[in-house]
């Protein structure tokens, strides 16, 4: 009985029958047991390296809110007293005014170049 190269092997020797019969019989099944268990432990540890991945995503988004929140409420002062003091009639070369006014469009400037900078440092 020729088995025509089914089994892997291109010869039609004895070696060629036994490893047929092996995989007809299931003699094999340890190996094949092996092989799904080394496979199974592959993808469970591909699938810890995407969770932290994700998660490590997650914590830097929620701390760049966290910190353009905080850029936010602090400014809130420098805005008000902008606003106040242009409405009421200020002068913009008025110190007061002035120093606001650059504390106004400093922080958000310095904000935005460390965010771009995260941003760059995590692509590359």
Known sequence: ?????????????????RDLLSALTGTQASHDRAVAYRT???????????RDQKEGGRR???MALASILLVILAMGPFVWRVTDDVIGGEHWSDMA????LWVCILVPA??????VAGWLRRDS
């Open 1 to 17: 009985m020729k088995s025509g190269g089914t089994s892997g092997n291109s010869g039609s020797g004895p070696e060629s029958d």
């Open 40 to 50: 199974r432990r592959v993808v469970a540890a591909s699938l810890g390296v995407m």
């Open 60 to 62: 830097s988004r929620s």
């Open 97 to 100: 005014t002035q120093s606001s």
């Open 110 to 115: 310095v904000l935005a170049a460390a965010l």
